[in-house]
């Protein structure tokens, strides 16, 4: 049972780079997301698709865009990385019923 | 504005005494209130989802309540383990426009569980 799958767990950019965070789920839901954790803050949605197809802006989408490749898979690209972007990234997917989330392992980004 | 906030932001409990977390919302309107436990390093894993006509809900040793009418809501460990450190999140589920939902987060209230 792999549920949400986020790729690669720990990157390092220096300033301006580019880098795509990579998710996939297994469980067949239709919702995806990518939120961001800072310390002393709740998760904030940066990005999400409610079904393959469509993707809508979340709360903090400045500096990111996403790709819903397909049913399973989400990406979340870093265009030009900044310093503010230095968090630790979460894919979820969630079934429609309760809004219950799934959530991958995350992705602890550092940019110099 | 829709706010969830949770008391406290940490504590510290010795292995095998009880406690209890907060969350107070202000969120309208109401869909559902969901706790989630985040391991050190890890996703958010749901505990325990309270919809608007429930008051009590337990799973094992944890146990959450809900008061519609005052918009809190509480999760008490009973007979802590240390495998209980963790982060523990509240997040209350509203309704938007279109058919869709919103989720609100509290920040977390970290526990650690010391022997």
């Known amino acids: 049972n792999a549920g949400v799958t986020q790729t690669p767990k720990f990157q390092v950019l220096k300033t301006g780079q580019s880098m795509t965070l990579q998710c996939a789920q297994d469980m067949n839901h239709n919702s995806m997301y990518w939120y961001r954790q800072d310390p002393g803050m709740g998760l904030r949605l940066i990005y999400y698709s409610a079904s393959e197809g469509t993707t809508d802006k979340g709360e903090v989408p400045n500096g990111y865009n996403v790709s819903r490749l397909n049913k399973r898979e989400f990406s979340l690209r870093l265009e030009s990385a900044a310093p503010s972007q230095t968090s630790v990234y979460f894919c979820a997917s969630s079934e429609g019923r309760t809004g219950e989330l799934f959530f991958g392992e995350g992705s602890r980004l550092t940019v110099l | 504005k829709n706010q969830v906030e949770q008391s406290p932001q940490s504590l510290i409990i010795l292995e095998g005494k009880n406690c209890t977390l907060q969350c107070n919302y202000t969120v309208s309107p109401f869909s559902n209130l969901r706790w989630y436990k985040q391991d050190t390093g890890r996703g958010p894993v749901s505990l325990t989802i309270?919809?608007?006509?429930?008051n009590t809900k337990s799973n094992g040793r944890y146990t959450a309540t809900l008061d519609a009418d005052t918009k809190q809501s509480s999760l008490h460990i009973t007979a802590s383990q240390l495998s209980d450190s963790a982060s523990y999140i509240c997040v209350v589920r509203t309704p938007i426009s279109g058919g869709y939902n919103k989720l609100i987060f509290g920040a977390g209230t970290r526990l650690a569980v010391h022997p």
């Open positions: 309270m919809t608007f006509s429930e």
